[in-house]
């Protein structure tokens, strides 16, 4: 587990200094070609990981419903994402992973029956190990993509 968690530790921090790099045009721009931006990828990332550790654990995620409606999977990114809004998700890149880590160990995350489900990558999801897991996999897809919207923007 504690390799697991230094990945994600490690992705998230490449993940932040994506804030440093690039101002909020940079981070609402949808190069040609693309359908999505930086600033959507993080928030995605961030929702996902509430989904996939805390909905799969039957437990409420620490993200607004609003965010899920926004950033959730199928969603678009409209431009238009504010400096108030660049400011909270960088906030919750980090803040949630000492959330979760704290949560998983203190038990809360492993003692609960996890609402087993194959995601649409293919991934059999039977237990929060499985979800975070997945979640590194998740997280690196959406990583590679940044990566290549960077060059655009």
């Known amino acids: 587990m504690e390799a697991l968690l230094k990945a994600w530790r490690t992705s998230r921090a490449v993940i932040a200094t994506y804030f440093e790099k690039y101002d909020l045009k940079q981070l609402n721009h949808i190069p040609e070609g693309f359908n999505n931006n930086l ?6 990332i961030v929702v996902i990981q509430q989904r996939l ?3 799969g654990a039957g437990l409420d995620p620490h993200v ?5 409606e926004k950033y959730q999977g199928g969603t678009k990114p409209d431009g238009k994402t504010t400096q108030q809004e660049v400011d909270e998700l960088k906030q919750l890149l980090k803040s949630l992973v000492e959330q979760t880590e704290a949560d998983f160990n203190n038990g809360l995350l492993q003692t609960r029956p996890y609402k087993e489900r194959t995601t649409g990558t293919g ?25 290549a919207i960077r060059k655009f923007v």
């Open 39 to 44: 600033i959507w990828n993080i928030g995605h």
């Open 53 to 55: 550790a805390y909905e």
């Open 123 to 147: 991934f059999h999801l039977s237990s929060i190990q499985d979800a975070l897991e997945f979640n590194n996999y998740h997280e690196a897809m959406h990583l590679g993509t940044m990566m």
């Open 64 to 68: 607004s419903t609003e965010y899920f």
